[in-house]
């Protein structure tokens, strides 16, 4: 059996449906389950459940026999303000669910962000020691807080998992987002914001180097992210921390476009003023370095933005009901 935390949010749920394919039994942790997020287990017919802090609980008590564990769940929040509450759920409820991997000799792959890189000044590479890293926010800071005591333990030589990945995400979407609300990515805004007005709304430049809707991203489908943290679970090569992106920025110009396109519609994008609380902490500009992650033997191509906004597009129909070619 294999343990998926946050399984039924947007990135565990895409994870837990592709093992279920491949015929694992699984065992899914969340928070206790509300409305909007239980339609992303549809489809999935085996499978056990537990609350967050059961699971800790069952672990404790050896009472589970787990194959290895996929961590996705944490306070993904990005304005997150409650530091106590970041270290508990992101940094302490990590630390503990590394141990018992380390105890039973299991794999353990969890989700680090490129949040960590902070304004991008030193590149995005992750080769950079996390120490050197400085985060823009109390999230990025409580992913690289972890990422930092995760290579202590190693490099003291402390118990590790045999095989362990902290997969720094990118701008991930796809489909099976809309319980997010503002934290969902921008894909998803754009298109509810086309099926509602027919415009799309970005933010200007707060930086003379981008023009308005020229910042960049590294946008990466949903589906390439369960592809990476399969290949560190099934080939077992290496361990460390590495990126989950495309290797390629692009604009959310661009995104708005391909999301147009995706619903044939012509193209309307207007400018707003960015959030004050945004200034300080927005990128813009992220690009992953994928190097380590090709040295590593990875080799499968990324998704495209134009194929990722239509298989994105697509998802979103039929989550709610409707038929892609009835757009």
């Known amino acids: 059996m294999i343990a998926i935390t946050g399984a039924a949010g947007f990135i565990g749920s895409h994870l837990a449906h592709r093992l279920a ?13 509300v409305v909007a997020k239980t339609g992303n287990f549809v489809g ?18 050896s009472s589970l026999s787990l194959e290895g564990i996929f961590h996705l769940g944490a306070c993904s929040r990005t304005t997150e303000t409650d530091w106590n509450y970041l270290l508990e759920n992101n940094v302490h409820y990590t630390q503990k669910l590394w141990s018992w991997c380390a105890t039973h000799q299991q794999p353990f792959i969890y989700a680090s962000s490129a ?51 902290g997969l ?12 997010k609300g503002p934290m969902a990515s921008v894909i998803w805004h754009a298109f509810r914001q ?8 970005l933010f200007r430049s707060t930086d003379p180097r981008y023009p308005d809707g020229g910042q960049l991203r590294d946008f990466v489908f949903v589906e390439d992210c369960v592809d990476h943290m399969l290949w ?27 999301t147009f396109a995706a619903l044939n519609r012509e193209p309307k994008i207007e400018f707003i003023d960015m959030p004050e609380s945004l200034k300080r902490q927005y ?22 933005l134009e194929e990722g906004a239509k298989l994105t597009v697509q998802g979103y129909l039929r989550l709610l009901g409707e038929s892609p070619n009835n757009k």
């Open 44 to 61: 999935l017919d085996r499978f056990e459940f537990l609350d967050h802090n059961q699971l800790l609980k069952e672990l404790q008590a």
């Open 168 to 179: 720094k995400f990118f701008n991930v979407y796809g489909p099976r987002e809309r319980h």
């Open 21 to 33: 394919q491949q015929g694992h039994r699984l065992l899914l942790v969340d928070h206790p389950l």
């Open 232 to 258: 560190f679970f099934h080939e077992r090569r290496t361990s460390g921390l590495f990126n989950s992106g495309t290797g390629v920025a692009r604009t959310f110009w661009d995104l708005a476009q391909a």
């Open 283 to 304: 990128q813009n500009f992220t690009q992953a370095d994928l190097t380590k992650l090709r040295e590593a033997g990875y080799t499968k191509s990324a998704t495209t």
């Open 115 to 165: 949040a960590t890189y902070g304004d991008g000044s030193q590149g995005f590479s992750d080769r950079i020691p996390p120490r050197e890293l400085r985060p823009l926010n109390l999230y990025g800071k409580s992913k690289n807080d972890f990422d930092i005591w995760a290579l202590e333990q190693v490099d003291s030589g402390k118990p590790a998992p045999p095989t362990w990945a």
């Open 194 to 201: 086309i099926r509602e007005t027919s415009i799309v709304k």
